[in-house]
T-cell receptor
Framework: QQQVKQSPQSLIVQKGGISIINCAYENTAFDYFPWYQQFPGKGPALLIAIRPDVSEKKEGRFTISFNKSAKQFSLHIMDSQPGDSATYFCAARASSGSARQLTFGSGTQLTVLP | DAGITQSPRHKVTETGTPVTLRCHQTENHRYMYWYRQDPGHGLRLIHYSYGVKDTDKGEVSDGYSVSRSKTEDFLLTLESATSSQTSVYFC???????????FGEGSRLTVL
């Protein structure tokens, strides 16, 4: 049962372009939405996160856009660089209950061409 | 980098054999997690711990057990490995529940 659906599965972008990764969820009890970045052979690392009381959060070239009514959130990478080539995972956490653990999307493999 | 060490990093075993993966942390974080990563499935939670000897099941716990006898160590055991348990296993830690997760570098397990 996948509660967070992520797309696309893979993405190829030219250097300097904009990379966009989308996630959708169904559980309205989710209250925290992080994005993790994973380089080959490494564990994932937190990139940026947002809570549903804001519609956008920006950190450098990385921006999360959040649409609560549509139950969707997305990661935008501006001026994409070859060093951004990695796998990106969206995730969500429930606000209460015993299962307050992160549920991850299936991942997007981003390749930025030089 | 967070002080998380996973061992072994690579293991090949045969169906039916027991396997234990170890996660060791030096951060004194309360929470520890075991995830498995498979293509098309992202990261799925196997078990987690919220204190010494306090553990709970995750999304894909069948066929796995865990133990935490010390704050710094979290063991994942496959009592009788199956080919479907071929995967990359990640340990993660966090101070809060769940808060920011800090991941180890993974243990690649192949069950023949």
């Amino acid at each position: 049962q996948q509660q967070v659906k992520q797309s696309p599965q893979s993405l190829i972008v030219q250097k300097g372009g904009i990379s966009i990764i989308n996630c959708a969820y169904e559980n309205t009890a989710f209250d925290y939405f992080p994005w993790y970045q994973q380089f080959p052979g490494k564990g994932p690392a937190l990139l940026i996160a947002i809570r549903p009381d804001v519609s956008e959060k920006k950190e450098g070239r990385f921006t999360i856009s959040f649409n609560k009514s549509a139950k969707q959130f997305s990661l935008h990478i501006m001026d994409s660089q070859p060093g951004d080539s990695a796998t990106y995972f969206c995730a969500a956490r429930a606000s209460s209950g015993s299962a307050r653990q992160l549920t991850f999307g299936s991942g997007t493999q981003l390749t930025v061409l030089p | 980098d967070a002080g998380i060490t996973q061992s072994p990093r690579h293991k090949v075993t045969e169906t039916g054999t027991p396997v234990t993966l170890r996660c060791h942390q030096t951060e004194n974080h309360r929470y520890m997690y075991w995830y498995r990563q498979d293509p098309g499935h992202g990261l799925r939670l196997i078990h987690y711990s919220y204190g010494v000897k306090d553990t709970d099941k995750g999304e894909v716990s069948d066929g796995y057990s865990v133990s935490r006898s010390k704050t710094e160590d979290f063991l994942l055991t496959l009592e009788s490995a199956t080919s479907s348990q071929t995967s990359v296993y990640f340990c993660a830690i966090s101070e809060a529940s769940p808060g920011e997760l800090f991941f180890g570098e993974g243990s690649r397990l192949t069950v023949l």
